[in-house]
């Protein structure tokens, strides 16, 4: 079962247009949420994160949001530039599981962006 | 500082063969993860560890797979009877601690073919 779900496989945009990349999650224990960003032939790369008290997190061109009635979360990245193209992942953390599945992240499939010049 | 380094970078290796892959964590980080990613598909979560002891071996997929990280530092994951559904990257991650506020710094992965 598919616990976090990135339903676009791809993005398109154009350079300095906003990009929006989505992701949704069934579990509701999950109260932590980050987007980690890979490029080809590298590890992923930590980019933001939310906790479930909160709704939005905003760090220079990228901004979380996150509804939980919805479970849905989604990645703003303002404006987008064309060393954004990579694959992104969402990611999600349940941090009341007691210090035995505490450390673990459970990850989307990931949605590709590319940003033309 | 040097970030999370992994060896070998590729390995490719017969069906039925024992395979053993390393992960050398950030210095002073006591949490180290092992995780595994199909192609297409996002990293899924095998094992981790505090400091010497596995947390949660939850998602090894069976007992063919055993990690081990005998100091608190380098973790070896360690795969026997290999099948050619176990090809994949294999990423390893660490972090200060197993704290949600810690981030889990990646590898860049070993990419495992089983031929």
């Known amino acids: 079962d598919q616990q976090v779900k990135q339903n676009s496989p791809s993005l398109s945009v154009q350079e300095g247009r906003i990009s929006i990349l989505n992701c949704d999650y069934t579990n509701s224990m999950f109260d932590y949420f980050l987007w980690y960003k890979k490029y080809p032939a590298e590890g992923p790369t930590f980019l933001i994160s939310i906790s479930s008290i909160k709704d939005k997190n905003e760090d220079g061109r990228f901004t979380v949001f996150l509804n939980k009635s919805a479970k849905h979360l989604s990645l703003h990245i303002v404006p987008s530039q064309p060393g954004d193209s990579a694959v992104y992942f969402c990611a999600a953390r349940d941090t009341s599981a007691g210090g035995t599945s505490y450390g673990k992240l459970t990850f989307g499939q990931g949605t590709i962006l590319t940003v033309h010049p | 500082g040097a970030g999370v380094s992994q060896t070998p970078s590729n390995k490719v290796t017969e069906k039925g063969k024992y395979v053993e892959l390393r992960c050398d964590p950030i210095?002073?980080?006591?949490?180290l993860y092992w995780y595994r990613q199909s192609l297409g598909q996002g990293p899924e979560f095998l094992i981790y560890?505090?400091?010497?002891?596995?947390?949660?071996d939850s998602g090894l997929p069976n007992d063919r797979f055993f990690a081990v990280r005998p100091e608190g530092s380098v973790s070896t994951l360690k795969i026997q009877r290999t099948e050619r559904g176990d090809s994949a990257v294999y990423l390893c991650?660490?972090?200060?601690?197993?704290?949600?506020?810690?981030?889990?710094?990646f590898g860049p992965g070993t990419r495992l073919t089983v031929l």
């Open positions: 991650a660490s972090s200060l601690s197993d704290s949600s506020s810690d981030t889990q710094y």
């Open positions: 210095s002073g980080h006591t949490a």
């Open positions: 560890f505090q400091g010497t002891g596995a947390a949660d």
